[in-house]
């Protein structure tokens, strides 16, 4: 097929189409005129165009389901697939996501305990702590905060220190040592 | 711009938003033709319906990713044509195109016309892909030749000679099956 043919097949496509230009649609008009080829190629070309109109329209628009339906069954199926995605997780998500729950459960746990068994101190209050430079005063004896039925050996030293005032040191085996309590007359 | 391109560019910008109304409105102006760009790809009828539903649902999940809105157009062609290549892989037809003529069903039609219908589907189901889709959007009469172009992303020259060439292969083999009958008698 020639060039010219080609022109002519493309001018009778736009007339058919209904894109043909006005300068289009008077060269078409002159070929017509002049070429009996060309009358002969344009009621060819509009017989095609209007079964392969028709045939078209009856597969794709005639046919098959409700345009309406099918976007409703779209848009359920979007919205499960949109709910399913934020449910189903998998692989290294998964894994980190375990890992940050198993971190938060372990950190809330050590949280509750640390603060939970907070011990109360055992050593001597301030109340007991003797203070030299208040000589005068009367200090309470240091009660022992353990039960009477545990016995525990301690030792006692006297001790004097500079001033002359005289020191009862209590010595626990563990190797602590405490203050004990001050009496001026001891 | 015309005031139909006007109003669908309003259309994309609320649908963005996820206005289903505007959606729904969207889907149903561009049905036809977007029917036929699935039609094409599929070679045929099978399937087209359930294409179209995942053609739906891409599009109802991914429209708020549209930037140029004045695109729309080739973005859902895009969109459908990967829809349907997709499942044209996943569930490869053994047939494609049959040799056979197709019969046409209509009974308000002539048989003669019947026919010539049947051997016109059945050469355009036989066209290459890129040909056919031209073929069938040019036929669906609802997009102009620029339309036709950016729905395919193609320069419109481009398109009108593949329009061409398709009208050519179609016409040349409904007339060989029409020389071919003729033998048979």
Redesign the interface.
């Known amino acids: 097929m020639s060039a010219t043919d080609d022109r002519l097949e493309v001018l009778i496509g736009k007339l058919l189409d209904g894109e043909i230009s006005p300068g289009e649609q008077r060269l078409l008009d002159r070929e017509l005129e002049q070429d009996s080829r060309a009358r002969t190629l344009l009621e060819q070309m509009r017989v095609l165009h209007e079964c392969a109109g028709w045939v078209i329209a009856q597969e794709t628009r005639s046919s098959g389901a409700d345009p309406q339906n099918v976007f409703e069954r779209a848009w359920r199926q979007s919205k499960g697939n949109a709910w399913r995605r934020v449910v189903h997780i998998g692989g290294m998500p998964r894994f980190a996501a375990g890992l940050a729950a198993g971190l938060l459960l372990g950190l809330v746990l050590h949280l509750a305990f640390a603060g939970g068994s907070k011990s109360p101190v055992n050593g001597p209050s301030e109340k007991t702590v003797a203070n030299a430079g208040d000589r005068n005063r009367v200090w309470p004896v240091l009660e022992r905060p353990d039960s009477p039925q545990i016995t525990r050996e301690v030792e006692w030293y006297g001790f004097t220190d500079q001033a002359g005032n005289e020191w009862l040191v209590e010595g626990l085996r563990e190797g602590m040592a405490k203050p004990a309590s001050y009496r001026g007359g001891l | 711009m015309g005031d139909a391109e006007q109003n669908e560019l309003t259309l994309v910008c609320a649908a963005r938003q996820g206005d289903?109304g505007a959606?729904?409105a969207l889907?149903?102006r561009n049905?036809?033709w977007l029917?036929?760009l699935v039609?094409s790809v599929l070679a045929g009828?099978q399937d087209?319906?359930d294409v179209?539903?995942?053609v739906?649902?891409r599009?109802?999940?991914k429209i708020h990713t549209v930037r140029e809105p004045e695109r729309f157009r080739a973005w859902l062609a895009i969109l459908a044509r990967r829809a349907a290549i997709q499942h044209y892989r996943r569930s490869r037809p053994e047939v494609v195109a049959s040799k056979e003529p197709i019969h046409?069903d209509?009974p308000s039609a002539d048989l003669e016309?019947r026919e010539?219908?049947g051997r016109?589907?059945t050469a355009?189901r036989g066209l290459p892909p890129k040909y056919r889709e031209v073929?069938?959007l040019?036929?669906?009469?609802e997009l102009?030749?620029t339309q036709m172009a950016e729905a395919l992303d193609i320069p419109i020259t481009t398109m009108?000679i593949r329009?061409?060439r398709a009208?050519?292969m179609?016409?040349n083999r409904?007339a060989g099956m029409s020389e071919q009958k003729v033998h048979e008698r």
């Open positions: 289903k959606l729904q889907l149903n049905w036809g029917k036929g039609y009828k087209v319906d179209m539903q995942e739906c649902v599009v109802i999940t046409v209509d016309r010539w219908c016109v589907l355009v073929f069938i040019a036929h669906s009469g102009t030749y009108q329009l061409v009208r050519q179609v016409r409904v």
